[in-house]
């Protein structure tokens, strides 16, 4: 069996060590970021708002920050979107929350929509033409769904041939389609790359 030894994608930098990161992600160009808070999250209870900063470090090494009002989201998914806005998203939703899950940032941080994507989000990525990809665990057999940054649904894995999907455990993309590696009824245990692309 072929070994491959893991290296770090990215650093965060050392300014920023004292604050909790609450999600990382690296976007369809390369760049990581972090979404940080002043503290962790407490167990139960509802999240009030809170103020984040997101810090981006592209490919060359470059370090951007931006400030993000009013959070919401208690174990948040994060993505950059193209025109240098975020998305952030709440991996749970409750009922009477639907409508502020997943909230949409400008480049200056500031929340310009709020839409609902449906519970249990397993991964959030964003893709070159800013489409959303959403992809649930076993607690919402909603499939893969792809969504505009205004919250319009574009696509559903149910028109795709991925028979029986159950729980999305790996999901990837790269231009303007998706890889994942699903749990579907017709392959049991097994995960194999599936490209999920959308019209």
């Known amino acids: 069996m072929q070994k491959t030894a893991l290296v770090p994608y990215a650093h965060l930098p050392r300014a920023h060590h004292d604050r909790h990161v609450l999600t990382s992600t690296a976007d369809v160009f390369g760049a990581a970021h972090w979404l940080l808070a002043e503290r962790a999250p407490q167990p139960g209870g509802d999240v009030l708002p809170f103020n984040a900063l997101v810090v981006s470090v592209d490919p060359g090494g470059n370090v951007e920050l931006t400030e993000l009002s009013a959070v919401r989201a208690r174990w948040p998914h994060l993505d950059r979107l193209p025109d240098g806005g975020f998305v952030v998203a709440a991996s ?63 696509w559903t894995s149910d028109g795709a041939p991925i028979p029986g999907l159950f729980d999305c455990y790996a999901l990837n993309v790269s ?25």
């Open 175 to 199: 231009g303007t389609a998706a890889w994942a590696c699903p749990y579907t009824a017709s392959h049991s245990s097994r995960c194999a790359p599936t490209a999920v692309t959308g019209p």
């Open 92 to 154: 749970r939703a409750r009922r009477y929350e639907d409508a502020d899950q997943v909230q949409v940032f400008d480049a200056l941080g500031r929340e310009t929509s709020s839409f609902s994507v449906g519970d249990a989000i397993e991964h959030l990525l964003v893709d070159e033409s800013g489409h959303i990809w959403v992809g649930h665990f076993d607690e919402n057999p909603a499939g893969i769904r792809r969504w505009s940054a205004t919250g319009r649904l574009a």
